[in-house]
């Protein structure tokens, strides 16, 4: 707690103040009680969350490359955070620069944002109240998943044509299923076996396993439940893993969970951002040595110029 302390006083040194909307609460909009409850789930146990499902050493130095990529002459970056992974605020940004958080989620902003609370807003990314041209980075790690594919993603690319300037980046670590599904049978079996490192693992195996396609995604309370009908004790299992049973008792998060996962490929994303309705270039696509780090992969993708912003202007 103290460092976390002494590091948002650090950062707050070297940032300026954030250029914020009107304060707002999740654009109006009430979370449903399930969803709600799920994020304060995680939120209460965002400790035991750990790589791949937050970011490593790796994945951060990918992002800071792609900072200085787009800093260089440019001044410091006006930078958007979707959502409050506090590995990203932590970045070693230039003096000056502004950083502002997006984040749909009062009880993930209360209990994981380490900067300024005044510096994260309580919005749907898709429904930002944000400057055309007002961001010149956008930073997003593992979130892309949670929105609805195919309208989620159409209306956050939307967004960000509106909200990135010319030239800017967009910087997400993606979580992508394998180009062969792997089944759900052999996942457990794995586990059951002693082959699957850690929990954090298991979830996103198991959840890319249950997926059938990107548009109806994997409902959470599926993946708790593939679990608990080959192992019911989970006290048996942690001993039998040697895994710490807080972790294991962390999947319960996802038991009655009606939230559902839509996982994208790269050819997906891509098509979204560089295609309909977006504006953007695929700059760099780069993955990650640790285990399913094919699986999140960094993409940086470039807005076009000001010929294309002009053309984003209503008739």
């Known amino acids: 707690m103290n460092a976390a302390a002494s590091s ?10 954030p250029e914020l909307p009107p304060p707002c609460s999740n654009s109006g909009k009430a979370q449903p009680p399930i969803a709600a409850a799920h994020w304060q789930d995680i939120a209460r146990q965002w400790d035991r969350v750990g790589p791949p499902l937050r970011p490593s050493p790796q994945d951060v130095a990918f992002c800071v490359d792609a900072v200085r990529r787009r800093s260089g002459d440019n001044g410091p970056p006006r930078v958007l955070i979707l959502g409050v992974t506090p590995e990203l605020y932590s970045l070693p940004w230039p003096g000056g620069t502004d950083v502002l958080a997006v984040d749909y989620t009062p009880s993930m902003i209360e209990a994981v944002w380490p900067g300024p609370r005044e510096a994260a807003i309580c ?3 898709t429904a930002m109240r944000l400057a055309a041209g007002s961001r010149d980075l956008v930073l997003c790690d593992g979130g892309i998943h949670l929105l609805a594919y195919p309208e989620g993603h159409r209306a956050l690319v939307r967004k960000l044509r509106h909200v990135v300037a010319p030239g800017g980046l967009c910087v997400f670590r993606l979580f992508i299923p394998p180009p062969q599904r792997e089944s759900h049978e052999a996942v457990l079996q794995d586990l059951l076996s002693g082959k699957i490192a850690n929990v954090n693992v298991l979830k996103l195996r198991l959840a890319m396993a249950l997926q059938e396609d990107a548009v ?5 309370h599926r993946v708790w439940e593939a679990v608990h009908q080959v192992a019911p004790d989970f006290d048996r299992l942690a001993g039998r893993l040697d895994w710490p049973i807080e972790h294991l008792l962390a999947f319960n998060t996802y038991r009655d969970c009606r939230i559902r996962y839509c996982f994208l490929s790269v050819a997906e994303v891509s098509h979204l951002f560089c295609g309909d309705p977006g504006v953007f270039r695929l700059d760099a696509v780069t993955a990650p040595t640790y285990e399913l780090g094919e699986r999140c992969p960094t993409v ?9 912003m002009e053309r984003d202007r209503p008739q």
């Open 300 to 308: 940086v993708l470039r807005r076009g110029g000001p010929d294309a």
């Open 123 to 125: 919005e749907d990314w």
């Open 216 to 220: 109806r995604g994997v409902e959470l």
């Open 8 to 17: 948002s006083r650090a950062m707050n040194n070297r940032l300026r103040e």
